[in-house]
């Protein structure tokens, strides 16, 4: 079955800027023209639960969706997400604009809903869980045991009796969130806490090994936790050292979680703006499959040596957390024009 599952395109901004190698000045109804033709091509070769993830700037990224909603459907609209790709004011322009935007399509959103992967929990979300009373079912993090009284039934108002005989009313506006039959089955079970002293307020016991084993991925993605424009600038000096910079890659840790969230390994990422070949070189590391389409120059001294690099054991970008060793291989073809 041929599993390609995803598809982004890397950078359609056409935002009037000349970049040392390639241009992205075209004029507006030319750019849409291109861009709506491609992304019927790219659409054709989406999974049932693919996803199209595709980043933008400000400029067209209005006139993009409503293209998109006509090629995938409104309904297969997913989010769109807020990436923050440079943290310094830019004090040469009115406003520093300091986010991009990701635009992301499902090729059938109820089936994208059921396959895309949460995010693994962080250690600082994993530190919340604690085991202050030794729990054998092992840390857990306590959650209000009252909730909002607008939907609430009466058998969710009673005075609740803990442990030590004191009676707990819930708070004004509010109700507990269990009847009273099944709350004193919880307290039984150990998972109502009222406290060191038994005296607290009654909240319950969520354990981390019952937890949701991930976390559902939020819009705003900031540069603390995926980088920037910068960071990926710098990373590419680091590779390449003795090459031309190329202007606008993107971090690898911005591509790593948009493919931990829609992608899993084995499955086929096609990036038809490859660029510098960040969304190569971490599709590699990650396991998948990939294709790459570019047409300048540097799908060979940028993208096609960087791979090399990952091939030969690449230490830089996302390798420690993907915990990249090395190994595999790539092809490279170049398209001829027949006449
Ligand atoms: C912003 S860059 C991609 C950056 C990439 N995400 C990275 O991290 O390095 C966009 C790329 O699309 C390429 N491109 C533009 N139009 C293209 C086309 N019609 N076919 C193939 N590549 C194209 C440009 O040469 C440029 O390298």
Redesign the pocket.
């Known amino acids: 079955m041929l599993s390609i599952i995803q598809k982004?395109i890397?950078?359609?901004?056409n935002n009037q800027e000349r970049?040392y190698?390639?241009h992205?000045s075209l004029d507006h109804r030319s750019w849409l023209d291109?861009t709506t033709a491609?992304i019927e091509i790219l659409a054709e070769f989406l999974r049932d639960d693919g996803s199209l993830w595709i980043?933008i700037d400000d400029r067209e990224v209005h006139y993009l969706k409503v293209a998109c909603d006509q090629i995938l459907g409104r309904k297969n609209f997913v989010t769109t997400i807020v990436w923050q790709q440079r943290t310094t004011r830019e004090n040469r322009k009115v406003f520093s604009n300091n986010h991009e935007y990701l635009l992301v399509y499902a090729k059938d959103i109820k089936k994208f809903s059921k396959t895309r992967n949460s995010l693994m929990l962080t250690p600082e979300v994993r530190g919340r869980y604690k085991n202050p009373d030794n729990d054998p079912r092992g840390p857990w993090q306590s959650v209000s045991a009252n909730v909002q009284a607008g939907h609430a039934t009466p058998a969710q108002f009673y005075k609740l009796e803990a442990p030590n005989g004191k009676l707990h009313v819930p708070p004004s506006g509010r109700c507990w969130v269990y009847t009273m039959e099944k709350m004193q089955e919880q307290i039984l079970d150990e998972r109502v806490w009222f406290g060191r002293d038994g005296n607290g307020v009654p909240r319950l016991k969520r354990f981390l090994s019952e937890a949701r084993q991930g976390l559902t991925p939020e819009t705003l993605w900031l540069a603390n936790s995926v980088g920037t424009n910068d960071d990926?600038k710098k990373h590419?000096i680091k590779m390449f050292p003795d090459g031309s910079v190329?202007?606008?890659?993107?971090?690898e840790s911005l591509?790593e979680r948009v493919l931990a969230i829609a992608s899993s390994p084995g499955d086929l990422i096609i990036?038809?703006?490859?660029?510098?070949?960040?969304?190569a070189a971490v599709a590699h590391k990650m396991n998948r499959q990939y294709i790459g389409?570019?047409?300048?120059k540097?799908?060979i001294t940028?993208?096609a040596e960087r791979l090399s690099h990952v091939v030969n054991g690449d230490e830089t970008g996302i390798s420690s957390s993907a915990g990249w060793g090395g190994g595999g291989g790539f092809d490279f073809y170049r398209l001829l024009k027949c006449r």
């Open positions: 982004i890397a950078r359609v901004y970049h190698h390639y992205d291109q491609r980043s990926a590419i190329f202007d606008t890659p993107k971090p591509i990036d038809a703006y490859l660029g510098s070949g960040t969304t389409i570019e047409e300048g540097h799908a940028h993208a």
